[in-house]
C-alpha cells in the first residue's frame, strides 16, 4: 500500500550568501509547503486516488513514494512549467527542491510514473482540492469572496488544423499502420495491399491546389477528393471487419492491435461521412456533427469573435477570482454553452461553495441573460455588474465595475503562459480537464504564498 506521508525533517538552509533571485525561489516554496501543510485535507483527497496505483499485492508491499512526495513533484512540474523528464531532472539535481518534496534522500521517481501518478488523479478530485484551499483561505481571511469576476477561455487541444483532406490523409495513414502491424502478426488477419504514397499523392495535390480559382482545376480537386474519399471509406470498412474478426482471436497481441484500432473506428467513420457530405455532395455540415481529430475527438470548434484568432479548437473554461486574483471557481465544459447561461450557476456554485451569494459580480456583456433573468438575478446578487448596452459604459459606478472585471484577463494570460494552458497535450477529455484544474490549483497557492 501507498503511505501517505512520512515524518521528515526540514533541511535548513544559509540562504544569506544566495543571490536575490534564488532567495526569492526558496521563500516562494517555502510559503507553499506552508499553505499545503496547513490544509491536510488537500492531501487526504490526493492520496485516495494515488493509493490506488500501489495495492501492495499479497505480501502487502509499500510503494516507494508516499501521496505527498507525488503530490508536490506534480507541483513543482507545472509550476516550473516543465515536461515531466525536465522535471525529474531539476528535482534531481537540486537538493532544495528534494526537501521541498519531503523525499528523505530517496532516489528521484521515473517521469513515466510521475505521468502515470497525474492520470490516477481525477478532475473532480483537483476541483474538490481547489474548494479546499479556497475554503481554508476565507476561514483564514486571506481573500475576500463578496466581490467576484468572471471570465470564460479557450484551452486548445493539441491537434493540427482540421481539413477535410488532411482529415482523410490521417484516417488512412492511422489504419495502415495498425492494419500492416496485424499482418506481420499474422498474415491471413489482412491479405490487402495499401498504396501508402498513391493516396499521400492525392492529399499533397488537394492541398496544393484547393485555392486554385481554375475550373479545370476544381474539377481536378473534386475528382482527387471523390478518390481519396472513396479510398479512406474503403480503408475504414476493412479495419472494421479486422476489429469484428479478431474479437475471438486467441493471439493476444493481434488482439491488441484491434482494441488500439476499434478506438480510432467512429472518429474514422466520422471523418469518411462528413468529407463526402460536404465535398461531393456540397452540404454544408453543422460543426456539432463533425470530428477535428481522430486523436482527440472530443475537441469542439469554438468562436468567440477574436480578430487575431476567429476560429479555435479546444474547450471553454469558465473562471472566477475575488480581488486578490484567487481562483474560487472554474468549470471546463466538454460541449460549450453560451457566456450568458452561465451567470446563474455561477452564482449558484458560489452560494454552495461560501454559503451567500456574492455582493458584486462583474462579467463582460456576453454574461448578460434576458431582461427577466436579468431581473431575477439581480435580487440574488447585490450589484450584477454585467452591462447589458453600449449606453450602460458611461454608468460611474458599471464603468469602474468594468475596470476590475479587466483584473481577470491578467489571470487568464498569466495560466495560459505560466502553466502552459494556451494548449493542453495530454489526450483526452479526463486529462484535459485534471490539466486545468492542476494549472488553477498552482495558480491559487502562489498567491496564498505571497500574502501569507
Known amino acids: 500500500m501507498r503511505q501517505k506521508k512520512e515524518s521528515v525533517l526540514p533541511v535548513r538552509w544559509n540562504d544569506e550568501a544566495l543571490p536575490l533571485p534564488v532567495k526569492v525561489y526558496r521563500a516562494k516554496y517555502r510559503a507553499i509547503s506552508q499553505v499545503l501543510d ?70 528521484v521517481m521515473d517521469h513515466s510514473f510521475l505521468n502515470k501518478c497525474f492520470k490516477a488523479v481525477r478532475p473532480e478530485t483537483w476541483k474538490t482540492v481547489n474548494e479546499l484551499l479556497a475554503q481554508d483561505a476565507v476561514c483564514r481571511d486571506l481573500i475576500d469572496t463578496a466581490t467576484i469576476r468572471t471570465d470564460t ?73 471523390r478518390a481519396l474519399i472513396e479510398r479512406v471509406e474503403w480503408i475504414v470498412a476493412i479495419a472494421g471487419e479486422f476489429c469484428d474478426a479478431s474479437r475471438s482471436s486467441s493471439n493476444l497481441e493481434l488482439a491488441g492491435v484491434a482494441l488500439e484500432l476499434r478506438s480510432f473506428l467512429p472518429s474514422m467513420r466520422t471523418v469518411a461521412a462528413t468529407s463526402r457530405r460536404a465535398q461531393l455532395d ?26 487575431q484568432k476567429p476560429t479555435e479548437f479546444g474547450h471553454k473554461v469558465l473562471l472566477c477570482e475575488t480581488p486578490e486574483k484567487f481562483i474560487t471557481d472554474y468549470e471546463v465544459y466538454e460541449k460549450q454553452e453560451a457566456d450568458c447561461a452561465l451567470t446563474e450557476s455561477v452564482i449558484r456554485r458560489h452560494k454552495a ?47 469602474k465595475w468594468q475596470a476590475f472585471r479587466a483584473g481577470i484577463e491578467g489571470t487568464i494570460s498569466g495560466l495560459k503562459r505560466v502553466f502552459r494552458l494556451i494548449r493542453c497535450f495530454f489526450r483526452g477529455f479526463k486529462s484535459f480537464s485534471s490539466a486545468v484544474g492542476l494549472g488553477v490549483f498552482c495558480h491559487n497557492l502562489i498567491v496564498l504564498a505571497g500574502s501569507s
Open 282 to 307: 456540397g452540404e454544408k455540415v453543422p460543426a456539432r456533427e463533425r470530428v477535428f481529430s481522430i486523436f482527440e475527438p472530443h475537441t469542439e470548434l469554438l468562436k468567440r469573435g477574436k480578430r
Open 153 to 225: 477561455t479557450v484551452v486548445e487541444t493539441n491537434i493540427h488544423y482540421p481539413t477535410d483532406a488532411s482529415l482523410l490523409w490521417d484516417t488512412w495513414r492511422v489504419a495502415s499502420r495498425w492494419l500492416g502491424r496485424a499482418r506481420k502478426i499474422e498474415p491471413s488477419s489482412c491479405r490487402h495491399r495499401f498504396h501508402d504514397r498513391k493516396i499521400k499523392r492525392l492529399y499533397l495535390f488537394i492541398t496544393r491546389y484547393a485555392i486554385s480559382k481554375s475550373k479545370s482545376r476544381r474539377r481536378q480537386v473534386k475528382a482527387a477528393f
Open 38 to 107: 496547513r490544509c491536510p485535507e488537500i492531501l487526504d483527497r490526493i492520496h485516495e486516488d494515488l493509493r490506488k496505483l500501489s495495492k501492495g499485492g499479497r505480501r502487502g508491499r509499500e510503494g516507494d513514494f508516499t501521496s505527498e512526495n507525488i503530490l508536490r513533484a506534480l507541483l513543482v512540474q507545472s509550476i516550473e512549467g516543465l515536461s515531466y523528464r525536465e522535471a525529474v531532472v531539476r528535482i534531481a539535481e537540486s537538493e532544495f527542491l528534494q526537501d521541498f518534496l519531503r523525499m528523505r534522500k530517496k532516489q
Open 353 to 399: 461553495l461560501f454559503g451567500k451569494t456574492p455582493e458584486v459580480l462583474a462579467g463582460d456583456m456576453g454574461f448578460c441573460p434576458t431582461a427577466e433573468k436579468f431581473a431575477e438575478l439581480e435580487e440574488l446578487v447585490g450589484t450584477l455588474a454585467i452591462p447589458r448596452r453600449l449606453r450602460d459604459f458611461a454608468n460611474k459606478v458599471l464603468a
